[in-house]
């Protein structure tokens, strides 16, 4: 079948369901190991297209320009314009065209940053799947999926295209989104079925956007993008909201509230210039003109290309941030709850040590190294002298989804990659060591039966037929007087196995009566692991004739034998230290949750500083037996939640924000979507995590790191901050011409600014420097400060000073320089508007650069450090000096030459409101500083 014809028949096939297996692989051209090539998935991906949904079309860049034009000011404008070419004022009029043009284009490009940058993240965001290619499990992005492809499936997955089922192991499939059935699907992916069945009877396939609700599964994409089931009701699925942010309606506001105050002054000044006897077309485009400056009509866009640009900075920190407004409430977070495996701890398990019958073993070698000895007492033994350690290795590793691959060889020797828990992983290189590898076990004791691990019952069971013993099988796995034939194996929590044992393994491998004093050294040889920061497992089996029925779970795991216990380290990560400090200073509190033992947990949270003098460690038992009142009492002194379920979780976070805590929560599984959606920002694990976690949550970490959920923190204050910095700017800017031009003509002091400077100025100071705000790095000591309140409002006081203060200075000088001008130049009042142009415009430029910082001197954090403001500054300084200068633009302009004489009188002008800025600024740090020293 050549690609077009196998292209063609795909498409037009909507009855996989109703093949068999290996009619639907054959139809497919796919093998059943070792999954397509790399070659081919990428040939079929240009043929087929991404396997996405089709989304609603972008804006286009008409739309855009048409937008620009529909705000009523703007329209006022433009009537004005074409009022004064009517009239003859051809240049004014086309001048003020060109300025509304090109305010339009900035506004479109703006925008299309905004929707650029949004539209890279959404990509970013996307969902993964685990395949099989090249014969190899690897992780690639959904949209890269291609019929054909093997995937891969387990609990809390999103179904990434519609698969056709190899395989289904206790599969239960949610699929309301689809069908509106309540109830998970049980599905079967040995079943043929006829044609023409609903799809809610369809057990032998799964479809796209459905979650995996217990089990796991491999099957066979069979359609892809908009020919699947959910392509064709055409639902979207979106994966960053576009709804505006808190912060951005709060900015809506406040721009809507200047504007009607901008508004009501500008009909002020129309109605008095219109009364003393101006001309009224003069005082009409004035006025306009003074309402377009007034208006930060580009602060919406300018809002959303710094979040963008702060996400992406995010991103680069390995925190990706799935909805806007929780890059606000980072900014506010006051407490970081975090699990403990692989976000605060390395999550490279390595087994150090097995204890069997009293006897403890240790492990040497790396948690990637298959090399490495078995000591007793420090010597090294041979594991033929010791059975029982082998049958724990061997009862872990059957019981275990991970996958141990040949990765290439090194120094002639075979390296090896793991795929999977690394927990699991961790079980397998254990055995490897004593000469086990997975895939010969697992052949000749083939799974046929298992219950998933599940964070309740903290266990998980597998059933294994015996095929051919050999001379090296374990040998209670075959009793040559029963000729039993299934082996029932299960690992989990130690004290979880051992209540589900009767009997324990003797060194000798010969199983016998589980006393109670055996029992009580179980668990003090497991305490004792505990406390070293181990991670300890349990592992039991038992030998049965018949194979159990997975319904009578009671029966299946009854009467088993204790093996052993498998300690595991897991060490901490070296940069959580230096990021729990970089927390605390910052007011940010943390608290470790996990399942682990309270002893490993106390030892983890020791060993990094998390566990503070006269803070406890709370255990889920003891939760149990508090009600919520008491919980939010105990939760402000306890920094550890050890044996928790994800239950328990939940109430964590409910008692926290009782508090009035702003809580960050990370989870990894399916029970933890609860928690993380009530937290006020839900931290999804990117590696370990969830589909099911990860679509619950505001923030995803790509490295499961908790150094990444401080960074995160500290970058989504700068990035509210740096939203405050353009506000206060532009407030202050906006301010002072509104000031001047309404005391000009109130007092009667003459034309100081005329509409076409007014909008020529609005051009230059309101855009790039704005933005170029927007990039800054943030506040040298950002991290050194209180979580902000959430309540606290945008202009807060410390701003509101800074906004008189710089509407008086900015006023002053531009009125101060109008009267030198008439002074200096009395008879040419072109000369006194120049001067007040100038000055109020280079005055807001060079105020741009002491507003990068709302504490510190320009000159502490480096006068020229914002690249983006240096070019920004030079550009609007090109502009403003070009119609100062160019003979033809004067007259359009009404501006005049401006020698050095004008200069020497100005330049100390210029400087006058940077300065204001820098001693309010002075002020602030003081009263600060008093503040912080009375507290103490």
Not at 506 to 525: G, N
């Amino acid at each position: 079948m050549t690609s077009d014809q196998a292209k063609s028949f795909i498409e037009d096939q909507d009855t996989w369901y109703a093949m068999g297996i290996g009619e639907v692989l054959q139809h497919l051209a796919t093998p059943a190991e070792s999954g397509l090539s790399s070659e081919e998935a990428q040939i079929r991906l240009e043929k087929f297209g991404p396997n996405r949904l089709t989304e609603a079309p972008q804006t286009t860049l008409l739309q855009m320009i048409v937008e620009q034009f529909r705000d009523f000011v703007v329209l006022l404008l433009v009537g004005a314009a074409i009022i004064s070419a009517f009239l003859g004022d051809y240049k004014e009029s086309a001048a003020i065209f060109a300025i509304v043009v090109l305010n339009a284009l900035m506004g479109v490009v703006q925008q299309r940053r905004a929707e650029e940058s949004l539209a890279a993240l959404r990509r970013m965001a996307a969902p993964e799947a685990q395949v099989i290619r090249d014969g190899h499990r690897l992780t690639v992005p959904s949209p890269a999926l291609v019929p054909g492809d093997i995937v891969l499936m387990e609990s809390g997955n999103f179904v990434p295209a519609d698969v056709r089922l190899l395989e289904a192991v206790n599969l239960r499939i949610e699929e309301a989104a689809l069908t509106g059935e309540s109830v998970a699907v049980q599905k079967d992916a040995n079943i043929q079925l006829k044609a023409d069945i609903p799809i809610g009877d369809r057990k032998n396939t799964a479809f796209m956007g459905t979650i995996v609700a217990y089990g796991r599964g491999r099957g066979i994409v069979v359609s892809t993008g908009m020919h699947t089931q959910i392509g064709l009701i055409a639902q979207m699925l979106q994966s960053v909201e576009r709804e505006p942010t808190p912060l951005q309606r709060k900015l809506g506001q406040l721009g809507r509230t200047l504007g009607w105050g901008a508004l009501a002054v500008c009909a002020v000044v129309f109605l008095v210039g219109w009364i003393r006897g101006n001309d009224p077309l003069d005082m009409f485009m004035l006025a306009v003109s003074l309402a377009i400056a007034a208006v930060p009509e580009g602060l919406p866009a300018v809002v959303t290309i710094t979040l963008a640009i702060g996400m992406r900075e995010m991103i680069r920190r390995h925190a990706l941030i799935r909805r806007l407004s929780s890059v606000e409430t980072l900014g506010s977070a006051t407490t970081i709850c975090s699990d403990k495996t692989g976000t605060i701890t390395q999550n490279e398990m390595t087994v150090t040590r097995v204890w069997v019958d009293n006897i403890l073993v240790r492990l040497t070698g790396a948690s990637r190294n298959l090399s490495g000895d078995f000591l007793i007492d420090g010597q090294p033994i041979l594991l033929k002298d010791f059975p029982a350690v082998s049958t724990a290795l061997w009862v872990g590793t059957l019981n275990n989804d991970a996958e141990l691959e040949i990765s290439g060889s090194s120094n002639e020797q075979q390296t090896y990659r793991m795929a999977g828990d690394p927990t699991e992983g961790a079980l397998i290189v254990a055995a490897a060591k004593a000469g086990a590898l997975p895939r010969p076990l697992n052949q000749a004791y083939p799974r046929i039966q298992e219950i998933p691990f599940d964070s309740n019952t903290k266990r998980m069971v597998t059933v294994h037929v015996i095929e051919k013993p050999t001379p090296e099988d374990i040998s209670p796995f075959y009793d040559d007087v029963h000729q039993s034939k299934n082996v029932v194996a299960i690992k989990g929590a130690p004290d979880v196995v051992l209540n589900l044992c009767s009997y324990y393994q003797r060194m000798d491998d010969k199983s016998v009566p589980l006393d109670e004093t055996q029992r009580m050294r179980i668990l003090s040889a497991n305490d004792a692991m505990t406390q070293d920061a181990l991670r300890v497992l349990g592992v039991a089996y038992k030998v049965v004739e018949k194979i159990p029925d997975p319904a009578d779970q009671e029966s299946l795991e009854s009467d088993m034998v204790f093996v052993g216990l498998i300690g595991m380290i897991d060490p901490p990560r070296p940069e959580v230290i230096p990021a729990l400090e970089k927390a605390r200073h910052a007011g940010i509190r943390t608290i470790m949750i996990t399942g682990d033992y309270p002893n490993t947990a106390r030892a983890i949270a020791e060993s990094i500083g998390l566990l503070r003098p006269g803070h406890q460690v709370l255990t889920g038992t003891e939760l149990n037996q508090m009600d919520d009142a008491t919980l939010q009492v105990r939760v402000a002194n306890t920094d550890v939640f050890a044996r928790v379920s994800p239950e328990h979780k939940l109430r964590i976070v409910e008692a926290l924000r009782a508090r009035g805590e702003i809580v960050a929560m990370t989870g990894d599984g399916v029970n933890d979507a609860p928690s993380i959606k009530r937290a006020n920002i839900g931290v999804a694990m990117g590696i370990t995590g969830t589909d099911v976690a990860k679509e619950s949550s505001d923030m995803v970490l790509t490295d499961d790191n908790y150094a990444s959920i401080v960074s995160a923190v500290e970058q989504g204050r700068v990035i509210y901050s740096n939203i405050r910095k353009f506000v206060y700017y532009l407030l202050s800017c906006n301010l002072a011409e509104i000031l001047v031009i309404f005391l000009g003509t109130v007092f009667n002091l003459g034309r100081v600014l005329t509409a076409i400077q007014l909008l020529w100025l609005n051009l230059i100071t309101d855009g790039a420097p704005a933005l170029a705000l927007g990039a800054e790095k943030g506040e040298p000591d950002i991290m050194s400060h209180p979580p902000r309140p959430p309540g606290e409002p945008i202009i807060n006081r410390a701003m509101q000073i800074g906004v008189v203060v710089q509407t008086i200075a900015k006023t002053t000088v531009t009125l101060g320089a109008y009267f030198l001008g008439r002074y200096l130049h009395p008879d040419t009042p072109a000369f006194a508007e120049t001067m007040a142009f100038v000055t109020l415009s280079f005055s807001e430029l060079l105020r741009a650069y002491t507003a990068r910082s709302e504490r510190h001197s320009v000159f502490k954090i480096g006068v020229f450090g914002n690249r983006f403001m240096n070019y920004a500054v030079l550009l609007s300084l090109v502009l403003l000096l070009a119609v100062v200068y160019i003979p033809f633009l004067q007259p359009i302009f009404n501006t005049s030459t401006l020698g050095w004489k004008q200069w020497q009188v100005l330049i100390p002008l210029l400087f006058i409101p940077a300065l204001a800025d820098e001693i309010t600024k002075f002020f602030i740090r003081r009263k600060g500083q008093q503040l912080q020293r009375a507290e103490r």
